[in-house]
């Protein structure tokens, strides 16, 4: 069955970073696109970054643009999240999704989503 596994959160001081993982199962992970999302307590669900499936085109939230590179391995079967300079508010449940990623940039997230990996930016 599909599996999606979010490894590399913890905790972190302000301007610091982190890299995610996440490991991908039970479907073509190379026909995919990936992408990275988060919830923070009392809040929706957002998108963070996305990816198609060869890599060649990304998307960002604007509130992570230029702080957070979302990139995979196809061979891996593994994307990846790497998240500097970070902040209070990237205090989060860091999650992933293989979903589509259309010709006009819209990205369509799948049905299939992992257990969520935590960041917590404090000092």
């Known amino acids: 069955q599909v599996q999606l596994a979010e490894s590399g959160g913890g905790l972190v001081q302000p301007g610091g970073s982190l890299t995610l993982s996440c490991a991908a199962s039970?479907?073509?992970?190379?026909?995919?696109?990936m992408s990275w999302h988060r919830q923070a307590p009392g809040k929706e669900r957002e998108l963070v970054a996305a990816l198609t499936s060869a890599g060649g085109r990304t998307k960002y939230a604007d509130s992570v643009k230029g702080r957070f590179t979302i990139s995979r391995d196809n061979g891996k079967n593994t994307v990846y999240l790497q998240m500097n300079s970070l902040k209070p508010e990237d205090t989060a449940v860091y999650y992933c999704?293989?979903?589509?990623?259309?010709?006009?940039?819209?990205?369509?997230?799948?049905?299939?989503w992992g257990q969520g990996t935590q960041v917590t930016v404090s000092s």
């Open positions: 999704n293989a979903g589509t990623y259309y010709s006009d940039g819209y990205y369509r997230q799948g049905r299939y």
């Open positions: 039970g479907f073509t992970f190379s026909s995919y696109a």
